[in-house]
Nanobody
């Protein structure tokens, strides 16, 4: 099992920056990738950014050039960060941390979500 705890959401104004963090604990050695998804009211959950354990990153077109994902490993704890710059009202959503792990089979884990609200 992997447990994910997100921090860093909040209310900001358009153009501001925000940093989200997600700490993973448990069987972190099995993690192959971590990422961030978001879900706005009335919309489906969508990928924001993902980072593999090898450092490969991928971003949604809507956040390219504004958001940066990074991941660190420290003993038994993995942490993934999302640096969000030039925030727009359309970035308002609940942001969920995600971890994809593999041991004898694939596992997908989710955090509880953190609200990001961008006012115009």
């Amino acid at each position: 099992q992997v447990q994910l705890v997100e921090t860093g959401g909040g209310l900001v104004q358009a153009g501001d920056s925000l940093r989200l963090s997600c700490a993973a604990s448990g069987r972190t050695f099995s993690i192959e990738a971590m990422g961030w998804y978001r879900q706005a009211p009335g919309k489906q959950r969508e990928l924001v950014a993902i980072c593999t354990s090898g450092g490969i990153t991928n971003y949604a077109d809507s956040v390219k050039g504004r958001f940066t994902i990074s991941m660190s490993r420290d003993n038994a704890k993995n942490t993934v960060y999302l640096e969000s710059n030039s925030l727009k009202p359309e970035d308002t959503a609940v942001y969920y941390c995600n971890a994809d792990a593999f041991d004898d089979r694939s596992h997908r884990y989710w955090g509880q979500g953190t609200q990001v609200t961008v006012s115009s």
